[in-house]
Structures are given as C-alpha cells and as structure tokens.
C-alpha cells in the first residue's frame, strides 16, 4: 500500500467552476499535510499546509483535513487556466521524511 | 535571497559512466532532501541530509548511488556506473534548522543515459 495516493486524474474543469482534488494517506499519526503545485518541465512549488482538522483557506486555494478518515483535500475556487498544472499531496511521516502522492494533473478549460 | 539551485539543469550520461548532481541549499538552510521523479509520476524520497550528517537514507538504492552534504559546499548526489533506469529527474530540497515542514525546491537536473 502506498502511503500517499492521489487519483492520478486528468481532472477536467472549466473556467470559473471549483476544481477538487483528493488524498488519502495511510500513517494514522500524521500530523503535517501539504499540497504543491508542479507545472510541466518545472519544479514543486508549495501552496498549501495543513496541520489540523478542518478547512484553511488562502485566497482562492481551501485545504481540507480529516485525520479520523485519512483524507486531505484541495480546493481551487474560480479555475483558472493558469492553474492547469499537477497537484502534488505531501505527507511529513517520522524524522522528517516527506511522502508524495503521484499527483492529479488538472486541467482548466477556457 | 538565492533559492536553492542545483546543476548541472540537464546532464547526459552513457551507460557506466558517473553522474554527478550538485545542490546548494538556500542561504541558513541546514537540511538538504534528494527525490528522484520518473515522468508522470510523484517524487521518490531519497534521502535526507544535514552538514556532514546522512539522517535517513532509505529511499536510496544500495548500490551506485550515494550522496554527500560536506560542512562546506553544496550536497552531491553521486551516481556510478548508470543505467538506463537512472533517467529522471532529481530535485533536491532544502528546510530551515528550526521548521522542517517548509521545503523550497531547486529547479531539478534532468539525467538521460543513453
């Protein structure tokens, strides 16, 4: 079982609608979640941490967690083209050592 | 203030040949992280370093890989004899002393073994 899964997507949004993407994780004492966004050819960029249960909004960008059920989530308010990148969920496990998911890759159509 | 950079961006490697990747963390960061990504798919944790100390290791192949991150200098990631299955991209990623949970990503070097 991999410790981090994601669907690896694509996930198809148009303009303006509200992208979702999710993350399931299986170490039950977790406590640091992250969402990074990775544009093709580019680097992880970080947009998002996430500690404790319950929503964090930054602007457009909301972030989710449900430790009892696993689940971290993100979502994107208002897409943007400009947001059609890869999604990246990161889980901090012990000593500091950092888990990814494959990514969903989203798509914003104009 | 620098980001953390690496390079070589692009190296091309032929079979048995070594590979050697460079990263220099951002100013004040002492903790420097290797991952390996195949095309479309997540990063690969490799490992994780502070100056002069290996802390965890156990995303690295046992052999042919090894890395460094000497008191002064950038870390190495050092790959001897490739294949072709080393064709990836690397990133490396360094934190603050005091809040591991931000890591700043280097632009990444992309190997190709021919």
């Known amino acids: 079982q991999k410790e981090v899964e994601q669907n690896s997507g694509p996930l198809s949004v148009p303009e303006g609608a509200i992208a979702s993407l999710n993350c399931t994780y299986s170490?039950?004492?977790?406590?640091?979640f992250f969402w990074y966004r990775q544009y093709s050819g580019k680097s992880p960029e970080l947009i998002m941490s996430?500690?404790?249960?319950g929503d964090k909004e930054d602007g457009r960008f909301t972030a989710q967690l449900n430790k009892a059920s696993q689940y971290v989530s993100l979502l994107i308010r208002d897409s943007q083209p400009s947001d059609s990148a890869t999604y990246l969920c990161?889980?901090?496990?012990?000593?500091?050592?950092?888990?990814f998911g494959s990514g969903t890759k989203l798509n914003v159509k104009p | 203030n620098a980001g953390v950079m690496q390079n070589p961006r692009h190296l091309v490697r032929r079979r048995g040949q070594e590979a050697r990747l460079r990263c220099s963390p951002m100013?004040?960061?002492?903790?420097v992280y290797w991952y390996r990504q195949l095309p479309e798919e997540g990063l690969k944790f490799m490992v994780y370093?502070?100056?002069?100390?290996?802390?965890?290791e156990s995303g690295m192949p046992k052999e042919r890989f090894s890395a460094e991150f000497p008191k002064e200098g950038p870390s190495i990631l050092r790959i001897q004899q490739v294949v072709r299955g080393d064709s990836a991209a690397y990133f490396c990623?360094?934190?603050?002393?005091?809040?591991?949970?931000?890591?700043?990503f280097g632009p990444g070097t992309r190997l190709t073994v021919l």
């Open positions: 990623a360094s934190s603050p002393p005091r809040d591991h949970n931000e890591q700043f």
């Open positions: 170490d039950r004492g977790s406590q640091s």
């Open positions: 996430i500690y404790s249960n």
């Open positions: 990161a889980v901090k496990g012990n000593f500091n050592k950092f888990y």
């Open positions: 100013k004040g960061h002492s903790h």
């Open positions: 370093l502070q100056k002069e100390n290996i802390i965890d």
